[in-house]
C-alpha cells in the first residue's frame, strides 16, 4: 500500500541532496539505497542516527512505528532492519514514495507499509492504530511539528509508554509538546536539535 507525507526537513547545514542513503545497522547493515531527487529532501545523517538508534536500543526491536515524514525512510528504514515488528511510512510527495516503494521491494520489506498521504491528515482519518515509536522530521519551522505532537495525543495514536523523536532547527528550543511527553535526551548538532521523548 503506497502512503506519504513528506514535508521533508531541511538541514540548513548542508545544501543539496544526498543521491543514497546508508543503512548503518540491522538485517540490512551496510545497504545503500537510492534517494529521490526532490528539493530539500535530505536524510538523516550517519551520525545523528547512529546516536539516535543508540538511544532506541532499548525499544525498538518488535515495535509498532510510525515515520510520518518518511522522506528518504532513512529513519523507517533503519528501525525495520533493526527489527521494528513493523514500519508506517507517510509520505505526501509522489516522486520519494516512488523511489521509497522500490527500496521496499528491493529489499523484499515485508514489515514496512507505504502510504502516499499528507501527514496531519492521515493522523486525523486513518483507521486508529497505536504506535510505540514515532518519528517526526517535518520542515521546520511551519508549527507543523506541533501540530502532529498534538494530534498524536489527542488522536490516541500513542502506546502507553511510546517513544517520540523529534527533529527541529535550533532556535526554536520551546517546542510545545503534550505534558506527559518527557524528554529523556536531546543534542544539537550545528542548526538542528535532535529530543526522544517518552509518553507517561
Known sequence: MLSACSLYGIDMSKPGNNNSVRIIGGDWRGRKLPVADVPGLRPTGDR???????????WVLAADCADLFAGSGALGFEAASRGASEVVMVEQNRTAAATLAQNIELLAADNIELVVADALTWLTHDPEREFDLVFLDPPYRTGVLAECCKSLESGQRLAENAKIYAEHAAGNDELLVPENWVCLKHRRAGQVVYKLFSRR
Do not use: D, K, S, V
Request: no cysteine; glycine share 0%; aromatic share 18%.
Open 48 to 58: 545523528a542516527r547512529e546516536t539516535l538508534f543508540n538511544w532506541l536500543q532499548p
